[in-house]
């Protein structure tokens, strides 16, 4: 049994607020886990080109190609992602967007499979893990448990966070705000969201540990994206 963990930020990992979340999670299942960052990979959208239609495999050739196995051989994940204008950044877009190579003619690779999404924002990272839930829910993944953070906004180090005013730290604490190492928000210093991400990793073990019947996921999955699209329409 394996767990693979995807962070989608494009920060290294000791400053990513996605990455160690991620990771915590992942820790906190005592299964075997690997833990792939996006930062610095060649991973476009889907180009609607349907050549993967004939075997569930994506032809477009970028890094995309050596996650595929992992993907497939995994038997749960862990993913993450930064609220970008209240969605996720565009790689991990891009990554779930080629999800869509194992739909075809009932291609069953993911099915039923369980997931964890995580997400970080400079204000708030429940916008995006609620965006991966939903991109899994296409692939009839079940997202067991969703954790959510505040990071370190790219105000806290861009040189202006102090005086911007539309800036983050001034729009949450006003005009004169003095930005401290103190200050900047740290997922690793909230104690209540570190252990969200360590109680979502247990959950997801014993999810797997404990007579997880992906036919049954599969059906419920099946159910909740149709109950979905009908309240979208």
Request: aromatic share 6%; proline share 3%; hydrophobic share 35%.
């Amino acid at each position: 049994m394996k767990i693979l963990g995807i962070s989608g930020s494009p920060r290294k990992d000791e400053t990513s607020g996605v990455y160690k979340l991620v990771k915590t999670v992942l820790e906190n299942t005592g299964i075997e886990y690997e833990l792939i960052s996006l930062r610095g990979k060649k991973i476009g959208g889907c180009i609607a080109c349907l050549k993967c239609a004939k075997d569930n495999v994506c032809k477009v050739d970028d890094d995309m190609s050596e996650l595929r196995e992992k993907i497939v051989h995994a038997d749960a994940y862990v993913i993450g992602a930064p609220n970008y204008y209240s969605t996720i950044n565009a790689i991990t877009h891009a990554f779930l967007e080629r999800l869509y190579q194992f739909r075809h003619q009932e291609g069953d690779s993911l099915w039923g499979k369980l997931a964890v999404a995580v997400g970080v924002g400079g204000m708030d990272g429940k916008i995006p893990a609620d965006d991966i839930e939903k991109f899994l829910m296409y692939s009839f993944i079940e997202t067991v448990a969703k954790v959510s953070g505040q990071g370190a906004a790219a105000c806290y180090s861009c040189g202006y966070g102090e005086t911007c005013g539309v800036g983050i730290p001034v729009m949450l604490y006003g005009k004169g705000v003095k930005i401290t190492p103190e200050s900047i928000p740290d997922v690793s210093k909230d104690q209540d969201v570190m252990e969200k991400a360590a109680d979502a990793g247990r959950i997801l073990a014993k999810r797997l540990t404990t007579g997880h019947d992906r036919k049954i996921v599969t059906q419920d999955m099946q159910q909740a994206l149709m109950d979905m699209l009908k309240c979208s329409t």
